[in-house]
């Protein structure tokens, strides 16, 4: 199976802070790989795909780069409203894995 | 709009059997691919089974695989899952999503709020 790590677990920023998060792949997965935010609570919710294709209706602050084995999630000025847990996930092959998902919190 | 409403969760002892069930609207639900993925409480998330457009695919996690059934009633535009000889390590919130699915792509794109079961003695 295909072990997908994130990094950081949490993290705390302010208002209008560059938000990262990286996500490494065990294995070369291309570019297939998902984005989904989880607001507390709540049912996940799909913000990109295929590695940096914005979802319709999502935010243009959030984004998505990356191939191979290393990937980042971007949110460039972050928002009160994006406090959340974000998850990659690969679909390179079954079985499909998230990696364990990073807490983004407001300082 | 696309909704997923799953019900059938609840308590049940260890060794024993549940059936979910996800009701779909908002789509053409014999068009798309569906799964279910779970989530024990304060972890992440885990894809266990999917399901072709007309049940012809079926795939398992290897954590459920003997034990979990997946299946779809296209005529009533439901997804079902047959869950026994249940553990402990089952409880969880499950999650029915609608898979889309390309040659190029696959992701969960539009989820239902989940049912949570809880196995305990």
């Known amino acids: 199976d295909i072990q997908m790590t994130q990094s950081p677990s949490s993290l705390s920023a302010s208002v209008g802070d560059r938000v990262t998060i990286t996500c490494q792949a065990s294995?070369?997965?291309?570019?297939?790989l998902n984005w989904y935010q989880q607001k507390p609570g709540k049912a996940p919710k799909l913000l990109i795909n295929?590695?940096?294709n914005l979802e319709t209706g999502v935010p243009s602050r959030f984004s998505g780069s990356g191939s191979g084995t290393y990937f980042t999630f971007t949110i460039s000025s972050l928002q009160p409203e994006d406090i959340a847990t974000y998850y990659c996930?690969?679909?390179?092959?079954?079985?499909?894995?998230f990696g364990q998902g990073t807490r983004v919190e407001i300082k | 709009q696309v909704q997923l409403v799953e019900s059938g969760g609840g308590l049940v002892k260890p060794g024993g059997s549940l059936r979910l069930s996800c009701a779909a609207s908002?789509?053409?639900?014999?068009?798309?691919?569906m799964s279910w993925i779970r989530q024990a409480p304060g972890k992440g998330l885990e894809w266990i089974s999917y399901?072709?457009?007309?049940?012809?695919?079926?795939y398992y996690a290897d954590s459920v695989k003997g034990r979990f059934t997946i299946s779809r009633d296209n005529a009533r535009n439901s997804l079902y899952l047959q869950m026994n000889s249940l553990r402990a390590e089952d409880t969880a919130v499950y999650y029915c999503a609608r898979l889309y699915s390309s040659s190029s792509r696959s992701s969960f794109d539009y989820w239902g709020q989940g049912t949570l079961v809880t196995v305990s003695s």
């Open positions: 295929d590695a940096s």
């Open positions: 294995q070369d997965i291309s570019n297939s």
């Open positions: 996930q690969h679909y390179d092959n079954l079985p499909w894995t």
């Open positions: 908002g789509f053409a639900f014999s068009d798309n691919y």
């Open positions: 399901i072709s457009s007309r049940g012809s695919t079926i």
